[in-house]
């Protein structure tokens, strides 16, 4: 019962001794992940076509060209898109001839991939 | 798959580009595969396909379905090569074949962002909780004071992002576009966050929480991300605070030095650097709350259209859901190769599995594979068996689970919702025998 404390003690220091290797891991991982969202991009790296550098220019203040390169969505939803991040994501709204612009290029560029092989679903046409 | 020739272009152009002419060239009028066409598709996938016969009119074979876009991959100290699904926010998926462990490794655990990861804290220890709102006396405890007041428990507990499977939904949903990846199944250690909430006593009509991180929205303005469940979930004995992941101090990458740990909810339950909970009279409204976010259809709404999430439900416990860990997508196996001894893990949010069944012949026939019991409540189980493969040439392994209600995996990604929660198709891995 007396090496009960002991034991304590030892199972702290040995908790101690692995937390206290991993501060300089800990931060380079938060120093390459600042890293990697502060990689500059080039706008080349979007589809070419009109709208391109006010989409690279707005939409890259928050986040970078990945969200928008996965993406394949009708006109409808990208014009949708642009409610919610305003909504939800303190985006400044979009509106008139430059919100035109930003959707339609994305609805042109980055549109569904497909129709599906009945030519969508009937219910949407 | 490892080299592009140009047959396998063409045909995963047709399919692309024209989906109702790939039919019609690909596939016959009784739905089976016809001689050109057919030598075709196996050129395309580098071998022929004994089960062809059975391939459902209009599915593309797994092993085409990536598309031409190869995936790109993580490369950070102390991660493996995660698939890199974006840098800002950085998000990035564990492909399935490095969910082998039984307890997933920090290295190998996908990470999900939704805004930036903060700087490293000097003194861990120091680092303070607070729980307020409906409680009788709100308390603000340093993890120190923490571990020394409350029961300290370790249980391997799956955590996945709500989005998971977001990547089954047809038409495309809205965020990352995940695979099965985005789990883990670490082992974590810290307090019952039940047994804090009852020290602070929570008050008679407090029915919901909201949590807190110390991560900013990626515009700078306000939080990440600040979600809120039932109080039930809350109370459940696995929901911890946790400040040791697998043993160790948690990464800073998946939320040190404290984190909640909601298990089979969705993941953004789970806040990184924790450092407040509310407990409320009503639903908590915090970014990520209401709306289409983390929320479904009762009603199924048609795929596609366009909804306001206002009718939804909040998604909690997450549906049944497998992968394959022994071989990765894409493996090429010896000629003459004819049995296979294959397993991985399956879960169910607050449910367990009961059965996993395997096909290789497109669905045609399954077979039942061995499931062990979790060590622990919300923990992911081992499934494992052998199958048999009667000849050379390109198979689909096909793997769906049960869960402990006797709902399955369905064939296709259900009840599509516009931001994409809740989709657990039957995953399919293309092997290469020759």
Same mark, same amino acid.
């Given at each position: 019962?007396?090496?009960?404390?002991?034991?304590?003690?030892?199972?702290?220091?040995?908790?101690?001794?692995?937390?206290?290797?991993?501060?300089?891991?800990?931060?380079?991982?938060?120093?390459?992940?600042?890293?990697?969202?502060?990689?500059?991009?080039?706008?080349?790296?979007?589809?070419?076509?009109?709208?391109?550098?006010?989409?690279?220019?707005?939409?890259?203040?928050?986040? =970078?060209?990945?969200?928008?390169?996965?993406?394949?969505?009708?006109?409808?939803?990208?014009?949708?898109?642009?409610?919610?991040?305003?909504?939800?994501?303190?985006? =400044?709204?979009?509106?008139?001839?430059?919100?035109?612009?930003?959707?339609?290029?994305?609805?042109?560029?980055?549109?569904?991939?497909?129709?599906?092989?009945?030519?969508? =679903?009937?219910?949407? =046409? | 798959?490892?080299?592009?020739?140009?047959?396998?272009? +063409?045909?995963?152009?047709?399919?692309?580009?024209?989906?109702?002419?790939?039919?019609?060239?690909?596939?016959?009028?009784?739905?089976?595969?016809?001689?050109?066409?057919?030598?075709?598709?196996?050129?395309?996938?580098?071998?022929?396909? /004994?089960?062809?016969?059975?391939? /459902?009119?209009? #599915?593309?074979?797994?092993?085409?379905?990536?598309?031409?876009? *190869?995936?790109?991959?993580? *490369?950070?100290?102390?991660?493996?090569?995660?698939?890199?699904?974006?840098?800002?926010?950085?998000?990035?998926?564990?492909?399935?074949?490095?969910?082998?462990?039984?307890?997933?490794?920090?290295? $190998?655990?996908?990470?999900?962002?939704?805004?930036?990861? /903060?700087?490293?804290?000097?003194?861990?220890?120091?680092? $303070?909780?607070?729980?307020?709102?409906?409680?009788?006396?709100?308390?603000?405890?340093?993890?120190?004071? #923490?571990?020394?007041?409350?029961?300290?428990?370790?249980?391997?507990?799956?955590?996945?992002?709500?989005?998971?499977?977001?990547?089954?939904?047809?038409?495309?949903?809205?965020?990352?576009? &995940?695979? %099965?990846?985005?789990?883990?199944?670490?082992?974590?250690?810290?307090?019952?966050?039940?047994?804090?909430?009852?020290?602070?006593?929570?008050?008679?009509?407090?029915?919901?929480?909201?949590?807190?991180?110390?991560?900013?929205?990626?515009?700078?303005?306000?939080?990440?991300?600040?979600?809120?469940?039932?109080?039930?979930?809350?109370?459940?004995?696995?929901?911890?605070?946790?400040?040791?992941?697998?043993?160790?101090?948690?990464?800073?990458?998946?939320?040190? /030095? !404290?984190?909640?740990?909601?298990?089979? &909810?969705?993941?953004?339950?789970?806040?990184?650097?924790?450092?407040?909970?509310?407990? #409320?009279?009503?639903?908590?409204?915090?970014?990520?709350?209401?709306?289409?976010?983390?929320?479904?259809?009762?009603?199924?709404?048609?795929?596609?259209?366009?909804?306001?999430?206002?009718?939804?439900?909040?998604?909690?416990?997450?549906?049944?859901?497998?992968?394959?860990? +022994?071989?990765?997508?894409?493996?090429?196996?010896?000629?003459?190769?004819?049995? #296979?001894?294959?397993?991985?893990?399956?879960?169910?949010?607050?449910?367990?599995?009961?059965?996993?069944?395997?096909?290789?012949?497109?669905?045609?026939?399954? *077979?039942?594979?061995?499931?062990?019991?979790?060590?622990?409540?919300?923990?992911?189980?081992? &499934?494992?068996?052998?199958? !048999?493969?009667?000849?050379?040439?390109?198979?689909?392994?096909?793997?769906?689970?049960?869960?402990?209600?006797?709902?399955? *995996?369905?064939?296709?990604?259900?009840? &599509? %919702?516009?931001?994409?929660?809740?989709?657990?198709?039957?995953?399919?891995?293309?092997?290469?025998?020759?």
């Amino acid at each position: 019962m007396r090496l009960l404390p002991y034991a304590a003690v030892v199972v702290l220091l040995c908790a101690s001794a692995t937390i206290a290797q991993t501060p300089d891991l800990a931060q380079r991982q938060a120093e390459a992940a600042a890293a990697l969202a502060e990689r500059q991009e080039e706008e080349t790296v979007l589809a070419e076509g009109e709208g391109r550098s006010e989409v690279f220019g707005y939409c890259t203040a928050c986040h =970078n060209t990945a969200l928008i390169r996965r993406s394949a969505f009708t006109r409808e939803r990208w014009d949708e898109l642009m409610d919610w991040m305003a909504e939800k994501h303190g985006m =400044n709204p979009l509106e008139g001839e430059f919100r035109d612009t930003i959707v339609d290029y994305l609805a042109r560029h980055y549109g569904p991939l497909t129709r599906g092989p009945r030519g969508g =679903n009937p219910f949407l =046409n | 798959m490892a080299h592009q020739n140009p047959s396998e272009r +063409s045909v995963q152009e047709l399919y692309r580009d024209d989906p109702e002419r790939a039919d019609a060239l690909v596939w016959g009028r009784r739905g089976a595969l016809q001689g050109a066409a057919l030598a075709a598709m196996g050129a395309a996938l580098g071998g022929s396909i /004994p089960f062809a016969r059975n391939m /459902p009119s209009g #599915l593309v074979p797994a092993a085409l379905a990536q598309g031409a876009n *190869q995936p790109q991959f993580l *490369q950070m100290e102390g991660k493996a090569p995660l698939i890199l699904q974006g840098e800002r926010p950085l998000n990035a998926e564990t492909p399935e074949h490095l969910l082998d462990d039984p307890v997933t490794p920090a290295d $190998k655990f996908f990470i999900r962002n939704n805004g930036s990861v /903060p700087d490293t804290v000097a003194d861990a220890r120091a680092w $303070k909780i607070r729980i307020d709102g409906e409680v009788n006396t709100p308390l603000e405890l340093t993890i120190a004071e #923490l571990e020394q007041r409350f029961e300290i428990v370790t249980r391997k507990l799956q955590m996945e992002c709500g989005g998971n499977g977001r990547s089954g939904f047809s038409p495309q949903a809205a965020g990352n576009q &995940w695979g %099965n990846g985005a789990i883990s199944n670490a082992e974590w250690t810290g307090v019952r966050l039940r047994d804090v909430l009852r020290a602070a006593g929570v008050k008679d009509g407090a029915k919901f929480t909201g949590q807190h991180g110390a991560d900013s929205h990626l515009s700078a303005q306000g939080p990440a991300i600040s979600r809120g469940m039932r109080i039930e979930k809350a109370m459940d004995e696995d929901t911890l605070i946790c400040f040791r992941m697998n043993g160790a101090a948690i990464p800073q990458m998946h939320g040190a /030095p !404290a984190r909640l740990i909601v298990p089979g &909810w969705p993941g953004s339950l789970s806040q990184k650097w924790f450092t407040r909970l509310e407990v #409320l009279n009503k639903p908590h409204t915090g970014r990520g709350m209401g709306g289409t976010s983390y929320r479904i259809p009762v009603r199924p709404i048609v795929p596609g259209s366009r909804n306001n999430g206002a009718d939804f439900v909040d998604m909690e416990s997450m549906p049944v859901r497998s992968v394959l860990s +022994s071989h990765a997508h894409g493996t090429r196996l010896p000629a003459g190769t004819r049995s #296979l001894d294959i397993r991985g893990h399956a879960w169910a949010g607050d449910l367990s599995v009961r059965d996993v069944h395997v096909s290789t012949d497109f669905g045609q026939s399954w *077979q039942a594979m061995q499931v062990a019991a979790p060590p622990n409540r919300h923990a992911w189980q081992r &499934w494992q068996g052998r199958i !048999a493969l009667p000849s050379d040439g390109y198979y689909e392994i096909w793997y769906r689970a049960t869960d402990s209600n006797g709902r399955m *995996q369905p064939h296709v990604a259900a009840n &599509w %919702n516009p931001q994409g929660y809740g989709a657990n198709p039957i995953s399919r891995v293309a092997i290469l025998i020759g």
